[in-house]
């Protein structure tokens, strides 16, 4: 076989809060168990059904901070009160033994990875139109009305850095954009760029 | 829907000479018929069996000559003393109507068609090894001795060219190359670069 690079790739699926994410992610976990995900670190409390480093990578706020200062995040933030991050040794150690990773990630936190990981695929899930996704973000239970009018209020301008990604996917029908997702790694595991050095054609033959 | 640019791609798939672009091409017109096959123009005589416009447009040398000129062709050689082209034309009204061009050309020609259409996909296919390629290549029946030593000799030129290509594909099992052509297909066209201006999102709110 040619000698492909063995390294994992690095899948960042982001976009718009109320586009689908998680719906999507959820599919391609059921669909494709070859794929690992990306398990984030927290200093919130495990909860009773929660398995350290299954669901999350809990540690102490003390931890956390260290691990920060050693730049061993890829990304972090504070959601009310409790840091979360994406553990930069987790995701190394499995694309080092060659499995790929999904990282389901906001637009900010993609961008942060990015800044860090650009070898990384970069892809934008969007939605159908700017109306489902109002309705999408509207319909989501979970949500204050400020909250919504927040998340409303943000979709311009996430919307707007898309070209900071590679890759668009309208996220209509979620079976459709799972394929797509797995397209672009297959793809992606094609590009000249992620070959090795290819020895064997390191010839001085000439052809005239 | 979201505005996605309504023209095909045009696919270009190369490799050194007995790599298999032929096999892979014919297994890729029987399986995905929504395909285009770019036709070559050509001055040699039309033989009883084949029509013009579907196994080539044939044309007098005169013809070509004037449509050379004009810049009609992407590319073009002679051949033992007859001349054939890639038809832009033909070429441009298929991506026109939306549907994807898949052209299957020595690199030679690849290159030369990368030179006036960048915006192409250019996928280079190797072979599993080098002893396989020599194997390939002496085990056609229709060269002489001569051109198989002459083929052979290109075969270190050839695949130093890759760079030139954006994406490469080891041909080892026929189905396995072509649903990697038909990944690179799906995972072009989400490309963020290959998206139209996405109007929608052309809005003025801040959020922080």
Redesign the interface.
């Known amino acids: ?2 000698p492909l690079k063995d390294r994992g790739l690095l899948i960042v699926i982001s976009g718009p809060s109320g586009v689908g994410k998680g719906t999507v992610c959820s599919y391609l976990r059921l669909e494709h168990p070859e794929l690992a995900f990306s398990i984030s670190a927290t200093t919130r409390p495990r909860r009773n059904s929660e398995v350290d480093g299954e669901n999350y990578f809990f540690m102490s706020r003390e931890e956390f901070m260290v691990r920060r200062e050693n730049g061993d995040f890829l990304e972090w933030a504070e959601v009310y009160g409790n840091l979360y991050g994406t553990p930069r040794w987790a995701v190394e150690a499995t694309l080092a033994r060659g499995q790929d990773v999904v990282l389901e990630i906001d637009i900010q936190g993609a961008l942060k990875v990015k800044e860090i990981f650009p070898e990384g695929v970069f ?2 899930l ?1 939605p ?3 109306d489902e996704l109002e309705k999408r973000i509207k319909g989501r239970a979970q949500d204050s009305p400020d909250t919504i009018r ?1 998340r409303l ?8 850095v ?2 900071e ?6 996220n ?1 029908q979620v079976e459709e954009a799972a ?2 997702i ?3 790694i ?3 595991k ?3 760029s992620r ?1 090795k050095e ?1 020895e ?8 005239d």
Do not use: H
């Not at 990604?165 to 309208?170: G, N, S, T």
């Not at 064997?200 to 052809?207: E, F, I, R, S």
């Open positions: 076989m040619l892809i934008f969007l159908p139109s700017k927040y209020s943000c979709v311009d301008q996430e919307l707007a898309i070209n990604y590679q890759y668009a996917i309208v209509g394929s797509e797995k397209a672009i297959s793809a992606e094609c590009r000249i070959y290819l064997y054609w390191k010839g001085g033959n000439t052809c």
